[in-house]
């Protein structure tokens, strides 16, 4: 068979998919996800029922492809945006302006995680696939990578293991996502304008001057 049929029939099926992805997204952020069928998904992206179960076993898996995607796209972003950028200071301050900037672009999807913790949370926690954990510790090696950077450059306390440092940056972020997903009530409801506080308090401590 021509590799140019084969080329475009696997172009058509990553487009039904991403038709599918797409509208999975919507269904959940608008209904929930406990409230969400897949017959909701399958109008929403106007293919049969029959056509999602051919892409994804059910619901959950749906939504399991889901977060990889946006762990993905969350990353993939945010090295392109750090790349831009040579000081390591300004590297992190990007790191950290732009994760809280994609779940506040996002937050109707990553709330649903947070708003339905009771059910959801314990349904899944053990069945999201070792490709997004891996890719969230490459992640967390990569943060480790730009405080190694501003180790070298003297603007990091050097004595400090900067994998460790990686984790308690990304935990601070964390923390000022998920009070903010739950009640949208910090920092006039813009979870951007929460990064000095974490940049703040990476860099400075809350250790009071003696």
Partial sequence: MCPLVLDRKERDKKLREADILKAAEHIFATKGYHNSAILDIAEEAQ???????????????????????????????????????????????????????????????????F????????????????????????????????????????VIKSQFDAKKMAYMLAGMMNAMIFPWLRERSMANGRLKHLSEFVLEVFYEGIGANR
């Avoid at 899944?124 to 090696?141: E, G, Q, T």
């Fill in 115 to 154: 708003s339905e913790r009771g059910g959801l949370h314990w349904a899944i926690k053990d069945k999201i696939s070792k490709s997004a954990v891996d890719k969230f510790m490459k992640y967390l090696d990569y943060i480790a990578e730009l405080i190694t950077e501003g180790q070298r450059e003297g």
């Fill in 47 to 113: 293919y049969a029922v029959g056509t999602i179960y051919l892409y994804f076993r059910n619901k959950q898996d749906l939504y399991l492809t889901l977060i990889e995607r946006k762990t993905e796209e969350l990353f993939t972003t945010i090295k392109e945006k750090v790349e831009k950028v040579n000081d390591p200071r300004a590297k992190i301050r990007v790191l950290v302006e732009e994760q809280l900037s994609y779940f506040e672009e996002n937050e109707d999807f990553f709330r649903i995680y």
